[in-house]
């Protein structure tokens, strides 16, 4: 399973649950037991436990990530595969951005469903589909070109939306399945804050492509992903001399979706 920071949990999730809509179908203002899976620095589980009336607990492999979540909720270390918990001893199970990550997502959704008595529910992007419009026009096409290479390097489906996780809670053996849209939107406009200046200097020296190197190459032949860098520092360059000038927008927006499935 691949690994996150912090600071990148916080970046990617800010603003994310400005509106919690789509967490209808959680039935959240009755629920009395409460496990965030993979819970990371928090975010959902901070959500979680203002939105119920019960005890929100948060568990994740990761230490450091369950020091900052700490914060919020009570947390447990745990393996999603085998979680710490008894049967049936949540009301409701739930994941956020988990499931892309796994090599075997349906195994987890039936040990979510073993300490679940009623709900288990999964929040999950289709990352094939994000859109992303920027006053820098070669933004867009070279995020697609890199996005595509991506997904198709990663060796887990990081496309599940939500008819994949449909699929998944069906194998799983779970019941009145629901899916509910969620949007996150992500903008970038003047006044920029110090986050926004940092990715633009990430932009200019393609930082991020060379995190990804592992992935990008093999969908990209070397060349390809070379001449993919050239045009990305290029872009980034471009990037920066229009927040100089207080002219760079960009928004993106990242198709999520909150499935839920009963035991």
Request: proline share 6%; hydrophobic share 35%.
């Amino acid at each position: 399973m691949r690994e996150f920071s912090a600071d990148y949990l916080r970046r990617t999730r800010d603003g994310m649950w400005d509106s919690r809509e789509s967490l209808s179908n959680l039935d959240l203002d009755s629920r009395q037991r409460v496990l965030d899976i993979g819970c990371g620095t928090g975010e959902l589980a901070r959500v979680l436990a203002e939105e119920t009336p019960g005890e929100v607990v948060g568990t994740d492999a990761d230490p450091r990530l369950l020091s900052v979540a700490e914060e919020f909720v009570p947390c447990v270390a745990g393996d999603a595969h085998r979680l710490p918990f008894p049967d049936d001893c949540f009301d409701l199970v739930v994941c956020q951005a988990l499931l892309i990550n796994l090599p075997d997502p349906v195994r987890a959704v039936r040990e979510f469903a073993r300490v679940s008595s009623d709900l288990v529910a999964a929040i999950e992007p289709d990352n094939s589909s994000v859109s992303v419009e920027s006053t820098v026009p070669a933004e867009r096409t070279l995020s697609r070109r890199a996005r595509e290479a991506y997904v198709a390097g990663t060796n887990t489906d990081i496309t599940l939306g939500g008819e994949g996780t449909r699929e998944v809670f069906r194998a799983a053996g779970l019941d009145g399945i629901t899916t509910q849209p969620h949007h996150h939107a992500k903008t970038v406009e003047p006044p920029y804050s110090s986050r926004d200046v940092e990715a633009a200097k990430r932009k200019a020296t393609a930082d991020a492509l060379t995190d990804k190197r592992d992935t990008l190459v093999g969908p990209l032949s070397p060349d390809e992903y070379e001449d993919l860098r050239t045009e990305w520092r290029e872009m980034g360059h471009a990037v920066v001399s229009q927040m100089q000038e207080n002219d760079y927008r960009r928004a993106e927006v990242v198709p999520f979706y909150v499935t839920a499935g009963r035991i």
